[in-house]
């Protein structure tokens, strides 16, 4: 009886040794995946879609009942191993990889696995897709956040109110003043500056509102058409300012040499017994050059009895020339107060014909420093066209060094994904600071070489073109 019962005990712990056994060895395996080791994904995110066949692949680790082994620490991506991979950084608080250009991933979804141990006994592993578009798309930048819709909408009843306040008063003054646009006209002549810049620049509002409408709301646009729209605004707002202030400072140089000339014939007609007054009417009837139509002018003023110093003024006001006005004023007030005028004006032509060449010589000497702001900028343009090259094999630009934060609370620290920018936002950053370069050394040498900013905008609509046709070119 008691062997029989020894038996029956024997087979009973047997029995529920292996049917225990199934139970225990699924125990250990929930123990090895999980247990204290979390590994948490931090780039690219569960889910997420990247812009780069670069990203940065990042993910931390944290242990309640032992220290990471580093060298534990295996890495897959769609099933390669890359543990081995120059660009792979592991530490016992993370893991950081870089895809290499060499190794750069297509377009869709992909796979990380990740499988650590430390060195209590204890493992985990870890796996999470993500997904890479290769569709360009519109960087995040100050544009972005505008909506474009609601801006049309508000400028289109902005422009709707001003229409109808504009002709109401005009519809008030047609029934109690008689008011027409011809008699208006005929005494307030319309000012050029309304042709070269007010009418371009509401133009100019109009382009760009409408094109950045179309461009955000069309998919598939390329990465830097709202620059483009930018772009096309400013040149319908300022190329027709930007001719006309250039045509205006050589219309104003060819004055000045014209009126000295006119000065030195006029002092040689005075020393000849001339009066001041017929002289101008005698030299008016055989000047060929751009003092023909003004002095012809002049003329008709004496003929009717106006008197010279007076005639004088009233030539030099439409040249626009300071130094035209200068001596043209000495000349009126020499003549008020008598003597030997001739003398006055032959001085006068002299010393005015100095100023022209001085300044003729100066801005000779200004083309190389000019020169010099030219090449600088296209140093500048190949430096950072180098920089976008080499961006996408480095996966955009890391920054890590600016932030010292470490992957985990603990631990060596690896280079963080936020700290990197990608090609595709790398180049729209780049491009937006050229236009700001162009658009600045443009005024820069209008300033240095005429004085007035207004001068340098066709170098900046020059450089502006340049840069377009360069980014075109290299990064079609």
Avoid: C
């Avoid at 956040?145 to 109401?168: H, K, P, R, Y």
């Avoid at 058409?225 to 400013?234: C, S």
């Avoid at 006029?266 to 001041?276: E, F, K, Q, V």
């Amino acid at each position: 009886m008691r062997g029989l019962f020894s038996t029956v005990l024997a087979i009973v712990l047997v029995g529920a040794f292996v049917v225990g056994l199934p139970y225990a060895t699924d125990s250990h395996a929930t123990a090895l995946a999980g247990g204290p080791i979390t590994i948490t994904p931090v780039s690219p995110g569960p889910g997420s879609t990247v812009h780069t066949t670069t990203p940065n692949i990042t993910a931390t680790f944290t242990d309640t009942a032992g220290t990471i082994d580093p060298s534990s620490v295996v890495i897959y991506v769609d099933g390669a191993n890359v543990t081995g991979v120059q660009s792979t950084v592991i530490t016992s608080s993370g893991i950081y990889y870089q895809v290499p250009s060499i190794l750069k991933l297509s377009g869709g979804n992909h796979t990380v696995n990740i499988t650590v141990a430390d060195n209590a006994g204890n493992q985990a592993t870890i796996s999470w897709g993500f997904a890479v578009s290769t569709a360009p798309v519109n960087g995040p930048g100050t544009l972005g956040a505008i909506n474009f819709q609601g801006l049309l909408l508000e400028v289109a009843v902005g422009a709707a109110v001003v229409a109808a306040g504009v002709g109401g008063y005009i519809l008030y003054l047609k029934r109690t003043r008689r008011f027409t646009f011809r008699k208006y006209f005929a005494t307030h002549p319309v000012k050029k500056e309304y042709g070269v810049l007010y009418v371009p620049l509401v133009l100019a509002f109009v382009v760009v509102i409408l094109g950045l409408f179309y461009v955000t709301g069309t998919p598939g646009m390329p990465i830097l058409a709202p620059e483009y729209v930018v772009i096309v605004g400013i040149f319908v707002a300022t190329t027709a300012y930007a001719l006309d202030a250039r045509r205006e400072k050589q219309r104003i140089r060819a004055y000045e040499r014209a009126f000295a000339q006119f000065l030195f014939e006029m002092a040689d007609a005075m020393r000849g017994g001339i009066d001041p007054a017929k002289a101008l009417i005698e030299l008016s009837k055989t000047q060929r050059n751009i003092m023909r139509g003004p002095l012809r002018v002049a003329a008709d003023g004496v003929r009717v009895g106006r008197p010279f110093d007076a005639v004088l003024r009233n030539l030099a006001a439409p040249m626009k020339s300071p130094l035209i006005t200068r001596y043209a004023g000495l000349i009126a007030d020499a003549s008020t107060v008598g003597g030997e005028t001739s003398a006055v004006i032959y001085r006068a032509a002299k010393d005015m014909d100095d100023f022209v060449k001085i300044e003729i010589e100066r801005r000779r000497q200004l083309l190389m420093p000019v020169a010099v702001l030219y090449i600088a900028y296209g140093v500048l343009l190949m430096v950072l066209f180098a920089l976008l090259y080499i961006a996408p094999s480095l996966g955009g630009l890391s920054f890590s060094f600016l932030s010292s934060t470490p992957l985990s609370g603990s631990g060596a620290s690896a280079p963080a994904a936020t700290t990197s920018i990608s090609p595709v936002v790398l180049k729209q950053r780049f491009f937006d600071l050229m236009m700001v370069v162009s658009v600045g050394t443009g005024i820069i040498i209008g300033t240095f070489t005429e004085g007035k900013p207004k001068y340098g905008l066709l170098h900046s609509l020059g450089l502006v073109g340049g840069t377009v046709i360069a980014f075109l070119i290299v990064f079609p």
